[in-house]
């Protein structure tokens, strides 16, 4: 599927070929921390269907608890998550994150990872009092 993707201040935009069975939810401490919230929403494009059309990502090198390093991307204006990628100039694939695709309605999570650090009250918001506004 052809999406396309936007930081928050518009700086950074993409497009990419997406495959929307990747699509998931990543709920380890490391996507917390870096969302600022309960869990991150991922999908995964080949590098070679990834187009910047605008700005010049940031990268930050995560290195997990494990060792593994992984390359994060994001707009160094406002700081939205644009995607990350194995630690290597030339990786196979980018991990987009859904939230800031055009398309992000139709990239339902197909599954969850790292459920041990899950946030129990994050797995069923659907009983809490809903509106439209703040
Ligand atoms: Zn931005
Ligand atoms: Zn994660």
Redesign the pocket.
Known sequence: MKVQGSCHCGQVTYEAEVDPDSAHI???????MLTGSA??VSVHAPKATFRLLTGQPKVYVKTADSGARRRHSFCPNCGTPVNSSADTDDPTTYSLRVGCLKERAQLAPKKR??CRSAMAWAQNVSTLPAKDTQ
């Not at 990543?26 to 917390?32: E, K, L």
């Open positions: 990543c709920n380890c401490i490391d996507c917390q869990f991150r990872n790292w």
